[in-house]
Nanobody, 122 residues
């Protein structure tokens, strides 16, 4: 069974930094795109950043220039470096991974972590 476990959330003052990590474990053939999303109560889950197996990245407009996504494929881990944090960055941050279960074409599934709370105080 594939599991995603996030860590690194917490409370930080505006202008500060945090680094999130997400480790993917379990029986799998490989991991394609990995990413971070965030959600506040009553709001849909929004894209923060994604990174492909080849290292291509994509960011939500609100975090461009402040957040950096990276991955260590050998450790099945994706990171999110968050700088210049703002109160509006407060949310639960979720990790997502597209996991390839076998060599068969199309045998890939999306998995989510349980989320980690990030709170930015003004």
């Amino acid at each position: 069974q594939v599991q995603l476990v996030e860590s690194g959330g917490g409370v930080v003052q505006a202008g500060g930094s945090l680094r999130l990590a997400c480790v993917v474990s379990g029986s799998m053939f490989g991991i394609n795109t990995m990413g971070w999303y965030r959600q506040t109560p009553g709001i849909q889950r929004d894209l923060v950043a994604t990174i492909t197996r080849g290292g291509g990245t994509n960011y939500g407009d609100s975090v461009k220039g402040r957040f950096t996504i990276s991955r260590d494929s050998a450790k099945n881990t994706v990171y999110l470096e968050m700088n210049s944090l703002k109160p509006e960055d407060t949310a639960v941050y979720y990790c997502r991974a597209e996991v390839k279960m076998s060599v068969r074409v199309g045998d890939s599934y999306q998995f989510w972590g349980q989320g980690t709370q990030v709170t930015v105080s003004s």
